[in-house]
Structure formats: structure tokens, C-alpha cells
């Protein structure tokens, strides 16, 4: 059998990590700026991340939801505890998209309501409500096009109040930074607009934080530097450093229902060991401070050149915007430089480096882009 081919794969094969460092299958090392998707958040294979989830799956690896799970409530008090939210409440799921459609279908339940704001360059994932509120139209299948979607451009509140005039919308689901769409960062304003405006049309706010979560902006998520509270805030990718996982943090105005959201593999026991040691390594090494500090580093010493058009993003959440494609440019760090990163649209670089980034990784970077640049 062969695999179904929907991927645009480098033909490197990994078979090691550390930190931000990958060796391929040849002895080949390379820095990793990308972490898979921005899944990889304290770092590859940290020991103390290794020897968590070894010692689970010693003691028990997988169970369902039908009994007791103290990972899990530890996972919601500290949580809670470091992201700010400890009055809100965790739902436990395995991947983005399926936080988002939890999301809707929360933000659904509570209004009694079916349309969804969502705005222009977002991706929310790959499941059929994710789709439809994705801007995206080569993933559009006839099927997700017949959920109801308005779609808005960012910082346009205008256009938001709009729709929500119609009185049918549930709720209106924003990235803190969008990241696949190519980094762009909603104004302080504009998030302070969208919370009021959804609490006067008695809408929902929903943050997808997915990819810009988990202390990758510098702040546990990236809406805090608005100062706003959402209603739901949806998660994934960094949640439990690749091992599959997701979840959603439910404001204290949402009423649990027995049977409303449900899952079999959500917040199982590994990935609850995994999420747990995460949360450890975050708070020890003090790794959301070191995004911030380490990706601002970064970004103020991009090389200035008259290809680049722009540089975007806060902390580790970067996107370089050339005035050229960047296929070529991304060749040559991969296989010149030896340093793996990310793509959003045809012109733009995107950096998702784990957290534990340092300055010296940061220079390497640096003037690899410079060689590369001057070619
Ligand atoms: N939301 C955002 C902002 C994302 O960037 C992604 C994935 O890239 C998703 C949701 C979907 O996450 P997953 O692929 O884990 O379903």
C-alpha cells in the first residue's frame, strides 16, 4: 500500500532530537525553527518530558473517560493557574480542529444559534466546521460549504458588527495571531472591539490559540496582550509537545451539560503525563519569557534587504514577507544551511522554533539568512 500523497514533503528523514537540534537518518544535523507545525514546544525529546511519559505508560498508559482521571484535574488546576484563566473550565479533546468545533458547537448550544463570524486568511483546521470557517477555498469540499459563515476581514469591526446585527450569530472565531494565513497580528483594538461587540449582540467569543498559544507570543496566549477575556479559547499543537492533544478553556457563563462534548482518546493518561511536563518545563525553564525575549532578538536582527517586504509576528511566532517567492530561499537554509522552516502562502518564511530557542541558535539563523540573502 502506498500513502496517500497530499503532502509537499523535503526528502529528509529524522530519526533524532534534542532541544532544537534534529539529526537525520545520514548524521546530518540541523536547527529546527519550524517544531513540526509548532508542536514542538519545550524542546525535543526533553528529559524530563522523556521520563514522564515513560514512567505513565509503566504505571498505566490509555483508559477512556468513564472514570476518574486526576491527570486530567491536575492538568485544569494548573492551567488555570499559569494562563490566568483559573475560574474558567477545561474540556479535554486531541487536535486544533477539534477544539474549534467544540468551540462552535458550545458557542451553538449556549446562543441557540448557527452562524459563525470568522475572518480572511484564517485557518482553523481540516475537520468540516473548521473548514468552513477557514479561508481557504482549494479545501472547501461542497459538504463545509453549507455551514452558515460570514467571513470579515481582520481589524475591520465595522464589519463584524454588521453581521452580527443579523441576530443569528453564535459566535465569532479569531486567531490570537493568525499564523498558516501568514502571520498577521489582530490590533489590541480591534480584539477589544470583538469582545464588546459580542457581549452587546450576546454572541460568543471564541480565540483560536492553537498556533499562537501555549507562550509562543511571549504571553500564555497571544490575546492577553489585548487584555481581553474570551469565552472560549481553543488549543492544541504546544499543549503536550507533540504528543496529540487539545483542549478548550469554557468561560464560567457556559452550563455543562451531561453528554454535550464528549471524545475516547481526549486527555488520556499519556497525554495528560505529556501536557503535565510541559507545563513544568514552561514554568521552570521559564520558557514564555524566553519566546519573547529570544524571538524579539530575532526578529530585530533580520538582515535588512530589499527582498524582504516585511517582518511580522511577536515572540516565536514570526513571518518574513519577501517580495519573491520563497521556495528557493527555503531550499537553501534546509539544505545548504541546515536549518528546517515553515512556509505560509507562496512569499513568506515562517518561524515556529521551540521555545527554548537561544540568542546563539537566533545567530545562527541570522547569518544563515545573510549567505543566503547575498547569493
Ligand atoms: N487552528 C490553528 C490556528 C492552526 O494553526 C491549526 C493547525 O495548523 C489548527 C487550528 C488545526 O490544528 P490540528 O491540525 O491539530 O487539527
Given at each position: 500500500?502506498e500513502?496517500?500523497d497530499?503532502?509537499?514533503?523535503?526528502?529528509?528523514t529524522?530519526?533524532?532530537?534534542e532541544a532544537?537540534t534534529?539529526w537525520?537518518?545520514?548524521?546530518?544535523e540541523y536547527?529546527?525553527l519550524?517544531?513540526?507545525?509548532?508542536?514542538?514546544?519545550?524542546?525535543?525529546?526533553?528529559p524530563?518530558?522523556?521520563?514522564?511519559?515513560?514512567?505513565?505508560?509503566?504505571?498505566?498508559?490509555?483508559y477512556?473517560?468513564?472514570v476518574?482521571?486526576?491527570l486530567?484535574?491536575?492538568?485544569?488546576h494548573?492551567?488555570g493557574?499559569?494562563?490566568g484563566?483559573?475560574?474558567y473550565?477545561?474540556?479535554l479533546?486531541n487536535?486544533g480542529?477539534?477544539?474549534?468545533?467544540?468551540?462552535?458547537?458550545l458557542a451553538?448550544?449556549?446562543t441557540?444559534k448557527?452562524?459563525?463570524?470568522?475572518f480572511?486568511r484564517?485557518?482553523?483546521?481540516?475537520?468540516?466546521?473548521a473548514v468552513?470557517v477557514t479561508?481557504n477555498?482549494?479545501?472547501?469540499s461542497?459538504?463545509?460549504?453549507?455551514?452558515k459563515?460570514?467571513?470579515?476581514?481582520?481589524?475591520?469591526?465595522e464589519?463584524?458588527?454588521?453581521?452580527l446585527?443579523g441576530?443569528?450569530v453564535?459566535?465569532?472565531i479569531?486567531?490570537?495571531?493568525?499564523?498558516?494565513g501568514g502571520i498577521h497580528v489582530?490590533?489590541p483594538?480591534?480584539?477589544?472591539?470583538?469582545?464588546?461587540l459580542?457581549?452587546?449582540?450576546?454572541?460568543?467569543?471564541?480565540?483560536?490559540?492553537?498556533?499562537?498559544?501555549?507562550g509562543?507570543?511571549?504571553?500564555?496566549?497571544?490575546?492577553q496582550w489585548a487584555g481581553?477575556?474570551?469565552?472560549?479559547?481553543?488549543?492544541?499543537?504546544?499543549?503536550a509537545?507533540?504528543?496529540?492533544?487539545?483542549?478548550?478553556l469554557?468561560?464560567p457563563?457556559?452550563?455543562?451539560?451531561?453528554?454535550?462534548?464528549g471524545?475516547?482518546?481526549?486527555?488520556?493518561y499519556l497525554?495528560?503525563?505529556?501536557?503535565?511536563a510541559?507545563?513544568?518545563?514552561?514554568?521552570?525553564?521559564k520558557l514564555?519569557?524566553n519566546a519573547?525575549?529570544?524571538g524579539e532578538?530575532?526578529?530585530?536582527r533580520?538582515?535588512?534587504?530589499?527582498?524582504?517586504?516585511?517582518v511580522r509576528?511577536?515572540?516565536?511566532m514570526?513571518?518574513?514577507?519577501?517580495?519573491?517567492?520563497?521556495a528557493?530561499i527555503?531550499?537553501k537554509?534546509?539544505f545548504?544551511?541546515?536549518?528546517?522552516?515553515?512556509?505560509?502562502g507562496?512569499n513568506m518564511?515562517?518561524?515556529l522554533?521551540p521555545?527554548?530557542l537561544?540568542?546563539?541558535?537566533?545567530d545562527?539563523f541570522?547569518a544563515s539568512l545573510a549567505?543566503?540573502?547575498?547569493?
Amino acid at each position: 500500500m502506498e500513502l496517500f500523497d497530499v503532502y509537499s514533503l523535503f526528502d529528509v528523514t529524522p530519526v533524532r532530537a534534542e532541544a532544537c537540534t534534529i539529526w537525520d537518518d545520514k548524521g546530518q544535523e540541523y536547527l529546527d525553527l519550524y517544531g513540526g507545525h509548532a508542536v514542538i514546544s519545550v524542546g525535543h525529546s526533553h528529559p524530563a518530558y522523556v521520563a514522564a511519559l515513560k514512567e505513565q505508560l509503566e504505571r498505566i498508559g490509555f483508559y477512556s473517560n468513564s472514570v476518574r482521571n486526576p491527570l486530567q484535574e491536575e492538568l485544569a488546576h494548573r492551567l488555570g493557574e499559569m494562563s490566568g484563566y483559573p475560574d474558567y473550565s477545561l474540556f479535554l479533546d486531541n487536535s486544533g480542529a477539534e477544539s474549534n468545533e467544540n468551540a462552535m458547537k458550545l458557542a451553538s448550544f449556549h446562543t441557540g444559534k448557527d452562524r459563525i463570524i470568522a475572518f480572511r486568511r484564517s485557518f482553523h483546521g481540516r475537520t468540516s466546521g473548521a473548514v468552513a470557517v477557514t479561508d481557504n477555498p482549494t479545501i472547501v469540499s461542497p459538504f463545509n460549504a453549507n455551514h452558515k459563515v460570514s467571513f470579515c476581514d481582520l481589524n475591520d469591526a465595522e464589519a463584524v458588527e454588521a453581521v452580527l446585527k443579523g441576530g443569528d450569530v453564535a459566535g465569532v472565531i479569531v486567531e490570537g495571531i493568525q499564523g498558516c494565513g501568514g502571520i498577521h497580528v489582530p490590533t489590541p483594538e480591534f480584539l477589544k472591539a470583538l469582545s464588546e461587540l459580542c457581549d452587546r449582540y450576546g454572541a460568543c467569543l471564541i480565540l483560536d490559540e492553537v498556533q499562537s498559544g501555549y507562550g509562543r507570543s511571549g504571553k500564555f496566549f497571544a490575546h492577553q496582550w489585548a487584555g481581553i477575556r474570551p469565552d472560549v479559547i481553543s488549543m492544541g499543537k504546544g499543549i503536550a509537545n507533540g504528543f496529540p492533544c487539545g483542549g478548550i478553556l469554557i468561560s464560567p457563563k457556559f452550563k455543562a451539560v451531561k453528554g454535550m462534548l464528549g471524545t475516547t482518546f481526549g486527555g488520556n493518561y499519556l497525554a495528560m503525563a505529556a501536557a503535565n511536563a510541559v507545563l513544568d518545563i514552561i514554568s521552570s525553564e521559564k520558557l514564555v519569557e524566553n519566546a519573547y525575549e529570544v524571538g524579539e532578538y530575532l526578529k530585530s536582527r533580520i538582515p535588512a534587504s530589499d527582498r524582504i517586504a516585511e517582518v511580522r509576528g511577536r515572540g516565536l511566532m514570526l513571518g518574513i514577507e519577501f517580495n519573491e517567492p520563497v521556495a528557493e530561499i527555503r531550499k537553501k537554509l534546509l539544505f545548504d544551511e541546515h536549518i528546517f522552516t515553515g512556509v505560509a502562502g507562496k512569499n513568506m518564511v515562517r518561524l515556529l522554533a521551540p521555545l527554548c530557542l537561544s540568542r546563539a541558535e537566533a545567530d545562527i539563523f541570522i547569518a544563515s539568512l545573510a549567505k543566503v540573502l547575498a547569493q
